[in-house]
């Protein structure tokens, strides 16, 4: 089954990159080069053809390549299951990005209808054994995957708590204030929570159903403090009777913004937090094989997987289990690491680029045909 794929990558005054255009063809992309050459530009670039902030959640002005300060500007011809579409995405004077699909003006959610783009980056490498923010994003991303509209259910949950816990910390206390704010927060919170179950079956399945040298990960949606209600009605009367306990700590401590993502290395019956490290790298990327499948079935094609230093903590044995994976599945796979020896169990099933640097301008060389 063909994934999906960049045939065209121009990027102007991007980070590190000035002008860069590639001309590329399915395969999956073996990029390397020195520690700050610019790999991880290039894939964030890649990541921006998805909703959200990227893979760095990095601000528009942030991304914009000094000491000229321009604005920025990344173009791309994408082939997807609903056709051939050239996306455009700029920011100008450090203003927020602009999405445009074949010439149109279009939304950030327009662009998760065209394509599915998963990463794995060395921060998440201490996803197990850091705080349940980045887990719930982890699990987010996962479910926007097959979702795109979650990401709206989770903004509206968002503006409705904060303005909530606005009144909290004023000690706002008549009921009145609370209502439509609650209403708001059960049927998003309930929608996300739905959204993040019907998510972790997905993935679930897919790992059930692979053979693979990764391990398998049980994952379990667990909150902080009690059990989540399951329902709308259920999560508006729990918000109406923390009412007064969220008015002592000045904020609100029931809902979805509460809960936390719990894994265990399956074979070994070990929570993924007390595991080795090489252990918890090869569970995330077992995670993230899995959500490709699973999207291969459920969006029709598997997606662009970007893999940032993808060989770290994984030993020879597992690197090329990984490599036969992402070819198996087809997918167009964007990988960086520090030398060429990292990718070599490829060899041209893959498309080799150098990135180099020369007084902060990043420069890439394609490797062979």
Known sequence: MPGLSLSELTLSYFRSHKSARLALDARPVAIFGPNGAGKTNLIEAVSLLSPG???????????????ETLGWKITAVLHSVTGVHEVEIVSEGGASRQVRID??????????????????????????IEGADGRRRFLDRMTMSFLPAHADAVLAYEKAMRERNRLLKDQVRDAHWYLALERQMAESGAEIHANRQHALALITGAQMQAETTFPIAELELSQTEGAMPEGA????EALAESRFRDLAAGRTLVGPHRADLYGV??????????????????????LIL??????????????ILLLDEVAAHLDATRRAALYDEICALGAQAWMTGTGPELFAELGTRAQHLEVTDTDGLSRITRENA
């Open 265 to 286: 290395f399956a074979a070994k019956g070990v929570p993924a937090a007390d595991c080795s490290t090489g252990e918890q790298k090869a569970l995330l990327v077992s």
């Open 233 to 236: 009605d259920d999560l508006r």
């Open 103 to 128: 010439g149109k003006a279009a939304s950030q959610l327009a662009l998760g209808r065209i394509a599915r783009v998963l990463w794995l980056i060395p921060a998440m490498d201490r996803l197990w």
């Open 53 to 67: 902030r990227g893979l760095r959640r990095a601000a528009a002005q942030d991304m914009v390549r000094r000491p």
């Open 290 to 303: 899995a959500n490709a499948r699973a999207l291969a079935r459920d969006f029709g094609a598997p997606p």
